[in-house]
């Protein structure tokens, strides 16, 4: 259950997305005076040194951030900011797990709460977040500590979760806890990151809160090939629960245009879809 090591997979393709789609819900929640709670199930380490022998083994980052940072958009500013600062505007050589992309943008009157079951990357989670007076970070489950602080007192909310998926037990507990989450508070902005390595699973977890009834339901996905089992992710994709106005408009132009750059061989796409 705690084999998986994203530091194997810091930067790649799936991180450029969840990392975009972050950034614009972050944007959106800091355009209010208003406080609000960020947590996040699974933090990870927080920090990644793309120079490591895990990062160097796979280098999934050369087809994903590394193919960015030299191109000149706008819609990417805030994106390639963030992994600028940590390199202190050098080479390209850390990048920053979605706590520090968050935190960065938590302000006196937010609050955020990170959590971390791995021994390992715990305490580097605690060492980087350190710096962030607003940050908790547990060394406990994500999913029931997503549970126990909702509803947030601001009653405004923005929740990322992204576990491993190692376990095929994962999707269904996903389901199950944002069905709790967003009975307790239905108007927070809820974000689920999966991996698409079995499209059924992904259809069926997303049929599940629709027939749930849940209202205003995005998916954005990014893919380098077509579904086909047995290969691994082929792309990943970001579920979004009240998701900013016109974010759906935004990322319809910038997605595709983001895989045609991160293309390798004429198979990558992109999707954007209303599901509710």
Known sequence: MLSYRHSFHAGNFADVLKHIILLEMLQHMTAKEKGFAYVDTHGGAGLYN????????????????????????????????????????????????SPLFAAKWLRPQDHGWFYELHPDDFPRLQANLKPYRKCKVHNSDGLAGL????????????????????????????????????????????????????????????????????????????????????????????????PPWQMIEKMQKLLPRLARVLDKDGKAFARCVQLS
């Open 50 to 97: 793309l120079q490591s022998l895990q990062a160097d083994k796979l280098q999934e980052y050369q087809d994903g951030v590394a193919k960015l940072m030299d191109l000149d958009w706008p819609e990417l500013a805030l994106y390639r900011e963030a992994i600028a600062d940590v390199n202190k505007g050098g080479a390209l050589k850390l990048y920053p797990g």
């Open 147 to 242: 549970l126990a602080v909702m509803p947030p007192a601001s009653r405004r909310a923005l929740v990322l979760i992204d576990p491993s998926y190692e376990l095929k037990t994962e999707y269904d507990l996903v389901t199950k806890t944002l069905l709790a989450a967003h009975k307790k508070f239905s108007s927070g902005t809820y974000a689920i990151w999966y991996p698409v390595v079995e499209r059924p699973r992904i259809e069926r977890m997303q049929k599940q809160l629709v027939k749930a009834g849940i209202k205003d339901i995005q998916v954005f996905e990014l893919g380098l090939a077509p579904d086909s089992p047995g290969r691994g992710m082929t792309a990943s994709g970001m579920l979004v629960v009240n």
